[in-house]
């Protein structure tokens, strides 16, 4: 290990001390790769240190060692290395960057960072405070086999402006793009923060636009044990595949909680990826207080296999699950989860789909304006199931618990518990409906009635829910015998015969009815 003490580094925020820091990663590297050490102090540097292969830096835990960058239009440390030749086996560690000396200006500047690394393989940034950049905080493209962990982001992308780029990506805590290295880009976020950062808070995404003769879905990402507290997103994965936050939380953000997504309005005058959002898993999470939604999908396509799982998702201003794709979406799972007291539906699948569970969930109080679904379902929703549910209304709602739109097929809803609100509405009942509590769907009775030689109609109430539409009736007495059912609905069937049974008649029936 050698400290950059011995290369005249000064550590004393007054100095330029990134000639100092610079001699001796460059003697690190060339030596094969050794540890650079920054003894605790605050190391000024008016310009890009250059991060080289195989060397660590190594500071004396954040705060104590603090690089500070003053200057304009760069990241305090950066590392490049190439496609076929990327930079390996670097580490930086247990240290403060604070880049709020690097003032940003009238544009996005992507390179305006605290760290911005590209093309590397085996990276290591831990125990990093990122604070106050122009740019993303901790910001790397095309990392393999990589790990950020113990991190915090604070403060950064100041000069982010959604009204003039037209942004969703860049000026992030952390972020990190994908898709121009290898198929599978493995990258670990782990136990890391993201606070009050102008845009998203923990960012993945794909940077193929269909135009270079090496592009890729990468995927193998994860981001675990995270939280994002009062960015304008707290989680984005924008046309990624295979991407899994766990244990994570997203919580008072300015927008949404989580989004998944294509990258199809970027602001950016290049092509969107020609890729979707696949194989995405939110497990484990909690997503709370955010001003939008809570999940929120907005481009996936008809192979999307989305799950959510395990995670209380609650009191946030818009939906608490909406997946609203503009096109038919696929294979979409929530199970487990807790979703309530948000102030639109609890789970929206917004524009139709196929392949869509809902299982073993809690999804009650939502709607706060009173006139909400508990869940509801777009237009040619194909192939859904809804079962083992508790589906309860907010206090006041006169919403249902679940609705279809036009065009629904294939659709169960089975074994699920509803209170405190109508349970189902739909222009055609769905094909499968029993076993709910609070949803009657099958009954039996008997019914009685005394004929006047003039009526040939007699009504037979029930106490279903929905219309019956397997009707078994019989006659108990010998007078009630030839008749027909009419119709059924909501609240009774009707028999009838072909001439009035005679008056003072005794009419009794029996009947098995059931959705």
């Known amino acids: 290990m050698r400290s950059v003490a011995e290369y005249g580094a000064s550590g004393d925020g007054t100095n330029d001390d990134r000639g100092a820091i610079q001699a001796a990663v460059d003697d690190a590297h060339e030596a094969g790769g050794d540890r650079v050490y920054l003894p605790a102090g605050e190391y000024r540097v008016d310009g890009p240190i250059t991060h080289r292969s195989r060397v660590h830096l190594v500071g004396d835990g954040m705060g104590p060692t603090t690089i500070r960058a003053e200057g304009k239009g760069f990241a305090a440390l950066e590392g490049f290395g190439e496609p076929d030749e990327p930079l390996t086996d670097l580490a930086v560690e247990q240290l403060t960057v604070d880049a709020s000396g690097v003032p ?77 290295a290898a198929d599978a880009e493995p990258v670990v976020v782990a136990n890391c923060h993201a606070r009050g950062n102008s845009n998203n808070g923990i960012m993945f995404e794909n940077q193929a636009t269909g135009e270079r003769a090496r592009e890729y879905h990468a995927g193998h990402l994860l981001v675990y044990g995270c939280t994002a507290i009062g960015n304008r997103v ?7 595949r295979r991407v899994r936050f766990a244990n994570c939380s997203a919580h008072a953000n300015e927008k949404d909680g989580i989004v998944i997504d294509e990258k199809g309005e970027m602001g950016l005058e290049i092509s969107p990826p020609p890729f ?23 481009e996936a396509d008809e192979s999307a296999a989305i799950d959510v799982s395990t995670s209380q998702i609650s009191a946030n201003g818009g939906a608490g699950i909406r997946i609203a794709t503009g096109e038919r979406i696929a294979d979409v799972a929530v199970a487990n989860c807790r979703v309530f007291d948000n102030g639109g539906p609890g789970i929206v699948f917004a524009d139709g789909g196929v392949d869509f569970r809902v299982s073993d969930s809690d999804v009650s109080d939502n709607g706060r304006d009173g006139a909400t679904p508990e869940i509801r379902f777009g ?58 509590a609070g949803f009657r769907t099958e009954t039996a009775g008997r019914a009685e009635a005394v004929g006047d030689g003039e009526t040939t109609e007699f009504v037979l109430p029930h106490e279903l829910d929905v219309a019956p539409s397997v009707r078994n009736v019989w006659a108990e007495s010998d007078a009630a015998t030839g008749f027909h059912v009419t119709t059924a609905d909501e609240e009774a069937i009707v028999v009838a015969f072909a001439e009035p049974p005679d008056a003072d008649s005794q009419l009794r029936w029996g009947f098995e009815l059931r959705r």
């Open 276 to 298: 979707s959002a696949r194989e995405h898993r939110i497990d484990g999470c909690h997503v709370t207080e955010n001003g939008g939604h809570g999940v929120h999908v907005t």
């Open 104 to 180: 940003g200006g009238e544009s996005y500047d992507p390179g305006e960072k605290c760290l911005y690394y590209q093309h590397v393989r085996r990276c290591r940034i831990v125990g990093v405070h990122a604070y106050g950049s122009a740019a993303t905080g901790i910001g790397t493209d095309m990392l393999v086999d990589s790990l950020v962990q113990g991190c915090v982001a604070e403060d950064c992308g100041r000069n982010f402006d959604a009204a003039r780029d037209g942004l969703n990506i860049g000026s992030n805590g952390i972020g990190i793009g994908t898709g121009l």
């Open 234 to 240: 707290g989680f984005r994965t924008s046309a990624d």
């Open 379 to 436: 237009e040619s929703a194909v192939r859904v199931t809804v079962s083992g549910c508790h589906i309860s209304g907010a206090p006041n709602s006169q919403a249902p618990g679940i609705t279809f739109a036009t065009g629904h097929d294939s659709v169960m809803i089975v074994g699920n518990q509803f209170h405190g609100c109508t349970p189902l509405e739909a222009d055609e009942p769905p094909a499968v409906v029993r076993d709910n």
